[in-house]
């Protein structure tokens, strides 16, 4: 299982031979290799191979395993490209692709659309905040929101802020020490 994108500035190469359509490893031009990633188990990067003759023809490809300049293995045709042969001096480079960028954002996506988990207590129940690191959230149950009367709080997420240099439990609305 694939877990992790790796990523180098400015990792570009040549082929040091010629790499046929099926090919799974390849040879980069000497002392290059130490450029690129080095993954291991469940790691990857974005190789993109471009003939250096027709710049317009490229194959996007995963590389998996790298042993000093050689590609020990690689995952063929990606991003909706096809596996095409290449001749020795094509190039290699590591590059940011839309398929890599599709994946983080689509990552992204699926954190922000869950929600954290946050501990509730009642006022009275609200552990020392002295505990807590500054921006610890939790929720109030009975805290009291901008306009409510005290004793009458329907509840409201509140924070450790440090007030002077204590560390007290405050109200995300009004930024202020929560009360019930």
Same mark, same amino acid.
């Given at each position: ?6 990523? +180098? ?5 040549? @082929?040091?031979?010629?790499? =046929? /359509? ?5 040879? &980069? ?20 191979l471009t003939s250096a003759l027709t710049p317009a023809l490229t194959e996007i ?21 096809a596996a095409l042969a290449w001749n020795m001096g094509d190039l290699a480079q +590591? ?5 890599? @960028?599709?994946?983080?954002? =689509? /990552? ?5 659309? &869950? ?66």
């Amino acid at each position: 299982m694939i877990d992790e994108f790796l990523f +180098a500035n400015n990792a570009s190469s040549a @082929l040091a031979a010629p790499l =046929s /359509a099926t090919a799974t490893t390849a040879t &980069l031009a000497p002392g290059t290799g130490i450029l690129f990633p080095q993954p291991t188990g469940g790691q990857l990067f974005t190789l993109t191979l471009t003939s250096a003759l027709t710049p317009a023809l490229t194959e996007i490809v995963y590389v998996t395993e790298m042993a000093g300049d050689t590609i020990v293995s690689m995952l063929r045709a990606q991003e909706g490209t096809a596996a095409l042969a290449w001749n020795m001096g094509d190039l290699a480079q +590591a590059m940011l692709t839309a398929g890599v @960028l599709n994946d983080l954002f =689509s /990552a992204v996506e699926d954190l922000t659309a &869950l929600p954290l988990p946050v501990a509730s207590y009642a006022y009275s129940a609200l552990p020392a905040a002295t505990g807590f690191a500054p921006g610890t959230q939790a929720f109030c149950s009975n805290g009291l929101n901008p306009g409510e009367a005290a004793g009458h709080g329907t509840g409201c997420p509140v924070f450790v802020k440090l007030v002077g240099a204590v560390p007290t439990w405050c109200s995300i609305w009004a930024g202020i020490s929560v009360a019930d």
